[in-house]
C-alpha cells in the first residue's frame, strides 16, 4: 500500500489531502475549504481499481491568478517606503497568489469520469508518485487476469 500525504494550498500549506493506493482501490482524502482556507469538511472516496482507465498527470497556468498576484506584489514594491509592514504583507500575499496560478493537476479518469486533484507546483513530485503507483497498480491487477501472462510465468 502506497500512502501519500500533500499540501493542496500554496498559501495555506497546513491543510493537507492525502491518497491511497493498494491492490484494490485508490482512496483520497481530500479537504473542503471556504473561501480556500477555512475548513469546512472533508471529501473521501474509494475508488475501485477495476474503474479506474487511466491516470493523468499536467500542470496549468491560470493567468487571472497570476497577474492578480503579481499586480498585489509590484504594489506592495511600490509601498514598502511608505509603510513597510503593508508593503511586505503585500509582496508576501502577491507571491503567493501568483504561485496559486500554478497547479499541477492529477487526472484519474473513473468510468468515464474525470476525478480532478489540484495541487501546488512545489508538490509535483509527489504527484508524479502517486501516478506512478496508480498505473503500477492498474498494471499488477491486469496481470492478475491475464491467462496467458500466468502460463508464461508458470512454464518457466
Known amino acids: 500500500m502506497k500512502k501519500i500525504e500533500f499540501s493542496t494550498s500554496l498559501l495555506f500549506f497546513w491543510i493537507k489531502g492525502k491518497v491511497e493506493v493498494d491492490n484494490r482501490f485508490v482512496k483520497t482524502n481530500l479537504s473542503n475549504t471556504l473561501l480556500g482556507f477555512i475548513p469546512a469538511g472533508k471529501d473521501q472516496q474509494s475508488i475501485p481499481l477495476k474503474n479506474i482507465s487511466g491516470a493523468m498527470l499536467s500542470t496549468k497556468y491560470f493567468i487571472k ?11 506592495g514594491l511600490n509601498s514598502l517606503g ?3 509592514i503593508l508593503g511586505l504583507i503585500l509582496l508576501i500575499l502577491g507571491i503567493g497568489i501568483a504561485g496559486s496560478g500554478i497547479q499541477t493537476i492529477l487526472e484519474i479518469e473513473k468510468s468515464g469520469t474525470p476525478y480532478l486533484i489540484s495541487v501546488p507546483f512545489f508538490e509535483k513530485p509527489k504527484m508524479q508518485l502517486l501516478n506512478n503507483s496508480i ?10 487476469t491475464d491467462l496467458n501472462l500466468f502460463f508464461d510465468k508458470k512454464s518457466q
Not at 498576484?69 to 504594489?75: A, E, Y
Not at 498505473?135 to 492478475?144: M, N, P, Q, V
Request: proline content about 4%; aromatic content about 16%.
Open 65 to 75: 491568478p497570476i497577474i492578480l498576484g503579481l499586480f498585489i506584489f509590484f504594489t
Open 82 to 84: 511608505d509603510s513597510f
Open 135 to 144: 498505473h503500477d497498480a492498474l498494471a499488477e491487477d491486469t496481470d492478475k
